[in-house]
T-cell receptor, first 116, second 111 residues
């Protein structure tokens, strides 16, 4: 399977705990994005990387959130001191930098986070 | 004002009919427009993109873009029950790199 993969698919945690999610983009895609989606809403942008550089962060990305893409391949999103309001589907997407498809973002299956 | 607005629906059409989904956007400089399909509990799946004014057809799907009216639509011909899903309109505004999504329109195709 050459699509975007995300792990874990589901995560249940207690308030105050830290969680980390992983995303593996499509192999030839240089850009990687994180979005968050809550019930009844469209996905909302959190941050994006071009190769290993984090080029943009949304104001939604509070200090408790951090994302990395150390070698320009997979990325991790960590949430520290989780709150119930963090419960959502966390989506990763990737796109190529250039070419006819450079704007087209392809999503992974998502990680559903439930904070108790 | 939200960047992207969609009628939340729900929209119900009989099998074989044409489903019409509409979307407006606020940034006049936007250049890239996308339609994603999302089944319940799943992630969004890209089904159409359009960059130029006019129509773009792909199988049973037609995307229509009118930049003067800041309007983009998706037509689904010969609707099938398997088309029942939420359809998300997304836009990349001028100068941005990320997608801005509408809240989605829930489509139900009745057999």
């Amino acid at each position: 399977d050459t699509g975007v993969s995300q792990n874990p698919r589901h995560k249940i945690t207690k308030r105050g705990q830290n969680v980390t999610f992983r995303c593996d983009p499509i192999s030839e895609h240089n850009r990687l994005y994180w979005y968050r989606q809550t019930l009844g809403q469209g996905p909302e942008f959190l941050t994006y990387f071009q190769n290993e550089a984090q080029l943009e962060k949304s104001r939604l990305l509070s200090d408790r959130f951090s994302a990395e893409r150390p070698k320009g391949s997979f990325s991790t999103l960590e949430i520290q001191r989780t709150e119930q309001g963090d419960s959502a589907m966390y989506l990763c997407a990737s796109s190529p930098v250039r070419g006819l498809s450079y704007n087209e973002q392809f999503f992974g299956p998502g990680t559903r986070l439930t904070v108790l | 004002q939200k960047e992207v607005e969609q009628n939340s629906g729900p929209l119900s059409v009989p099998e074989g009919a044409i489903a019409s989904l509409n979307c407006t956007y606020s940034d006049r400089g936007s250049q890239s427009f996308f339609w994603y399909r999302q089944y319940s509990g799943k992630s969004p799946e890209l089904i159409m993109f359009i960059y130029s004014n006019g129509d773009k057809e792909d199988g049973r799907f037609t995307a229509q873009l009118n930049k003067a009216s800041q309007y983009v639509s998706l037509l689904i011909r010969d609707s099938q029950p398997s088309d029942s899903a939420t359809y998300l309109c997304a836009v990349i505004p001028f100068g941005a790199n990320n997608l801005f999504f509408g809240t989605g329109t829930r489509l139900t195709v009745i057999p």
